[in-house]
């Protein structure tokens, strides 16, 4: 796209309902959710979001996936996951695929998340704790794509 066009068009995310300018995602990626997204013009972008805003997930919703985010990428664990399953997406798709896939295991009770009852500088107690390691494993292999191979203990 022309520099021109980029400076006057922004990118849409039908996930989150929301616009971003191409400097927040210059991969085409929306920042929150990971979700491929597409370009709108600066018009369409505005209504698109003031349409929104009244169906938008509260922030604390996204807030909430974030901190998941950042606790199981912590300490780049989250390019060693992506080098070692080595999937067919870019890491920004991952990270939000496997964002995805922690929060859903969360919901099914075999991941638990962490995190400490006040806002503490110690990062260490903010954990990812693997309570059923063959449905994370099972998850893990679904990203990984049919052709990986994940072993336990591995």
């Known amino acids: 796209m022309p520099a021109n066009a980029q400076n006057s068009s922004y990118l849409w995310c039908d996930t989150c309902r929301r616009s971003f300018s ?26 698109r979001g003031l349409m929104a805003n009244e169906l938008s997930p509260s922030p604390i919703v996204s807030k909430h996936r974030q901190m998941v985010k950042l606790i199981w990428t912590r300490n780049g664990m989250g390019e060693q996951y992506y080098r070692v399953l080595a999937p067919d997406m870019s890491y920004s798709k ?61």
């Open 94 to 154: 991952f990270e939000g695929a496997m964002t995805r896939l922690l929060c859903q295991g969360a919901e099914e009770g075999w991941v638990q998340f962490v995190i400490p009852d006040a806002p503490k500088d110690d990062e260490s107690l903010y954990q990812m704790k693997v309570l059923d390691e063959n449905r994370f494993l099972a998850a893990l292999q679904s990203l990984a794509g049919p052709d990986a191979s994940i072993e336990e203990g591995a």
């Open 22 to 47: 191409y400097s927040d995602a210059p991969d085409g990626n929306c920042p929150l959710c990971g979700g491929e997204m597409r370009p709108t013009s600066k018009v369409n972008a505005i209504l």
